[in-house]
């Protein structure tokens, strides 16, 4: 009895240590393939990351107040503009993710930036780079959101093509050493996963894992039968969002969906939100000109002169007080 206890011990070590001789080397494999530069291969989520901070998660983009911290610039601006009345009126709340954060953009590129000076009014940018709809649906469930953010009745969202994809995984990148926040759906409430079991935090941080879920999700989105799953689900986050603001606030906010890219959901989620009376803005109807060459869409991201085209034709077509 004892020989086969041993046996046993034995065969689990050697299974244990094959298992994650495997796990790491497809984890280096994959980051030499795609030149992924990280160190991450296990971390356990931890939602407090999502937490309010300016200085990582959002920018506060004003011409009022104007701090630059990312990208590292190369020189600090702390600029100061007499407050108008315009500027002491409600401000502009922008959600999404890097493209209306403005990663690769200092603060005067950005479209945040570019919408205060036109509009000569605030805009506080709560987007979160990778981000989704889950994240700005988490930010607006908690306290510490409206103890920072003033009272509007202006919200922006810009939604990209793969904010279809992302409110369904745990990771954003095959390589993410976190885990991505994820909701379950349940009798049509967002319900966040509970990562308190070490059990399944750990199954969920092996690479291997995280690598055939993403995979996985993919092919979902792509088989055409989900597309009503998949559009429904972005919607309720929309409402969700939209009724946790108006839940706090007490006032009728005014929700603005900005479409940046094509994808095959498009017209559907459109028609979509239309009927659940958001105001919503398709960017390729605004203007002729090719969004995706270097010129307006270098790195995957709006440049400024995308921007400088967009922001007053998309300001034209906001719903605002």
Not at 194 to 212: C, H, R, T
Request: net charge positive.
């Amino acid at each position: 009895m004892k020989k086969i206890i041993i046996c046993i011990i034995l065969n689990i070590c050697i299974f244990l240590f094959l298992f994650f001789y495997l796990d790491n080397l497809v984890y280096k494999t994959q980051n030499k393939i795609y030149d992924w530069k990280t160190n991450k291969h296990y971390e356990f989520f931890n939602p407090d990351v999502f937490e309010l901070n300016y200085n990582s998660y959002g920018r506060e983009i004003s011409k009022y107040e104007l701090n630059l911290y990312y990208p590292p610039p190369s020189a600090k601006f702390n600029i100061k503009v007499k407050e108008t009345d315009n500027y002491k009126i409600s401000p502009i709340i922008l959600f999404g993710c890097s493209f209306a954060y403005g990663v690769n953009l200092f603060y005067q590129q950005t479209f945040g930036y570019k919408l205060s000076c036109l509009l000569n009014r605030k805009v506080i940018n709560r987007a979160i780079g990778a981000g989704s709809l889950q994240h700005m649906y988490y930010q607006t469930s908690l306290d510490t959101f409206y103890k920072k953010i003033p009272k509007t009745n202006n919200v922006i969202y810009i939604f990209i093509n793969d904010q279809v994809r992302r409110p369904l995984v745990y990771t954003f990148h095959p390589n993410s050493g976190f885990f991505y926040l994820h909701y379950s759906l349940k009798n049509n409430e967002l319900i966040m996963d509970n990562y308190k079991n070490p059990f399944v935090n750990f199954l969920k941080s092996l690479y291997i894992v995280k690598l055939f879920h993403h995979k996985y999700v993919y092919f979902f989105i792509n088989d055409k039968k989900n597309t009503e799953f998949l559009t429904d689900l972005l919607v309720l986050y929309f409402i969700k969002i939209r009724e946790n603001l108006e839940t706090h606030w007490q006032t009728k906010i005014n929700f603005n969906v900005v479409i940046y890219d094509n994808f095959k959901y498009k017209d559907i989620l459109i028609n979509k939100l239309k009927k659940e009376k958001f105001n919503v803005i398709d960017v390729a109807e605004l203007s002729d000109k090719l969004m995706f060459d270097e010129k307006y869409f270098k790195d995957n991201h709006p440049t400024e002169a995308a921007w400088d085209l967009l922001t007053p034709l998309i300001a034209k077509k906001l719903l605002l007080d």
